[in-house]
Nanobody, 127 residues
Framework: QEQVVESGGGLVQAGGSLRLSCTAS??????????MGWFRQAPGKEREGISC????????YYADSVKGRFSIARVKSNNTLYLQMNGLQSEDTAMYYC??????????????????WGQGTQVTVAS
């Protein structure tokens, strides 16, 4: 059974940092030969794709809202994805979702019918 599990969310003061982690498991995800990424959704707002990285790590994407503050990385050997978030602002408060098997290019990230979603981890930034 395929599974994507995030961790690392929490409450942080504005200007602070958090690192989210995500692990993908299951027979269909064990190869690591797929792109992974992060989406977020704040209350009352649309879901936003904020970052992704392809299987080799050669291609990454960042939404303008997080560019220069967030950094994505992955360890393909153990199917682990990270999102280092620095300079957090109140606007970053949202539920953050890790995704596996997602479309990822230099200018966008997009989910497809085979994308596997995590259950989400809450990030709250106090101003």
């Amino acid at each position: 059974q395929e599974q994507v599990v995030e961790s690392g969310g929490g409450l942080v003061q504005a200007g602070g940092s958090l690192r989210l982690s995500c692990t993908a498991s299951g027979s269909g995800l064990s190869s690591g030969d797929y792109s992974m990424g992060w989406f977020r959704q704040a209350p009352g707002k649309e879901r936003e794709g904020i970052s992704c990285i392809n299987s080799s790590g050669a291609t990454t994407y960042y939404a303008d809202s997080v560019k220069g503050r967030f950094s994505i990385a992955r360890v393909k050997s153990n199917n682990t994805l990270y999102l280092q978030m620095n300079g957090l602002q109140s606007e970053d408060t949202a539920m953050y979702y890790c995704v596996a098997r997602v479309g990822c290019a230099a200018f966008y990230v997009y989910p497809g019918p085979n994308t596997r979603w995590g259950q989400g981890t809450q990030v709250t930034v106090a101003s």
